[in-house]
């Protein structure tokens, strides 16, 4: 029942931005960490930026102080700001949540379907 509905991919050029959304809904009883995946043809699923409930954020090497992740609790929402992009940011991102549906269920991680992000001049 729970879903992750993933917005905002697309074409940009170089040192161009883009901007993630990614909304959890459904029967959510609390909503932990949430965070941003991408993987290109041939390699693993990589973390680029996670954020907890609190407001905590990690991001990988890779984009540091390019790229933004933050949340909105009030929607359930978490979005990845991505700056100054590069041809090696092209990939599909997927958005992650880590969730109890009940206030007795076991923590479950719940991913969105993916979105392309193409960087090309």
């Known amino acids: 029942q729970v879903q992750l509905v993933e917005s905002g991919g697309g074409l940009v050029q170089p040192g161009g931005s883009l901007r993630l959304s990614c909304a959890a809904s459904?029967?959510?009883?609390?909503?932990?960490?949430m965070g941003w995946y991408r993987q290109v043809p041939g390699k693993q699923r990589e973390l680029v930026a996670a954020?907890?409930?609190?407001?905590?954020?990690n991001y990988s090497d890779s984009v540091k102080g390019r790229f933004t992740i933050s949340r909105d609790n009030a929607k359930n929402t978490v979005y990845l700001q991505m700056n100054s992009l590069k041809f090696e940011d092209t990939a599909v991102y997927y958005c992650?949540?880590?969730?109890?549906?009940?206030?007795?269920?076991?923590?479950?991680?719940?991913w969105g379907q993916g979105t392309q992000v193409t960087v090309s001049s």
């Open positions: 992650n949540a880590d969730l109890y549906r009940t206030q007795w269920s076991a923590l479950r991680s719940y």
């Open positions: 459904g029967s959510i009883y609390r909503l932990n960490a």
């Open positions: 954020i907890t409930s609190g407001g905590r954020t």
